[in-house]
C-alpha cells in the first residue's frame, strides 16, 4: 500500500510539471501582443513580461545553484548543460530587449542597428553570423563530458 501510494504521488509530481510546463508556452500570446495591446501600452507590457520573465529565469539559476548535487553523475551533467544552454538563450533573448533600437559601432567604423524591428531584414543577423561561425568551425560548441547526444 505504501509503495503505490509513493508512486501515485510520483505521478501526481510529474503530471504538474507537464501542467506547469504548458502554462509557460505562451510565446504565441506574446508574439501577437501587438494585436491585441494598445501601442501606447506596448512599451508596458514589454516592461512588465521581461520582469517575470528576468524573475523566472533567475529562480531556475538559483534552483541548480541549490540543488547541484542532485546534478552529479553523467544523466545530471547532461541535464544541467542542458538548463544552461536553455538559460543562455533565455539570457540572450532578455539582452537583445536591452539593444532594440540602440546603435552600435562596428569594427569598420560603420553604425548600425544592435537589433532591428521585427520584418526587417537583420532580424536574425546575430544568430545568422553564429551560424556562419559554427559551420566554419569558428565557433566551438562543448557537449557535456561523457556525452551520449549528437557528435560533432
Known sequence: ??????????????AALVFLSRSFDWSSIIRIAEDWIRPVDLPWFVKETEKHARAFAGFIEDCLENHAKELQGEAGEETAWFLKCELDGVRKNLAFIGRI???????????TTAVAAPGSETDFAAEAEELRKLR????????????KGLQQ
Open 101 to 111: 533600437g540602440k546603435t552600435v559601432a562596428e569594427t569598420d567604423g560603420k553604425s
Open 1 to 14: 500500500m505504501n509503495g503505490k501510494r509513493t508512486r501515485n504521488e510520483n505521478d501526481t509530481r510529474l
Open 136 to 147: 566554419a568551425g569558428d565557433l566551438k560548441v562543448d557537449p557535456p563530458p561523457d556525452s
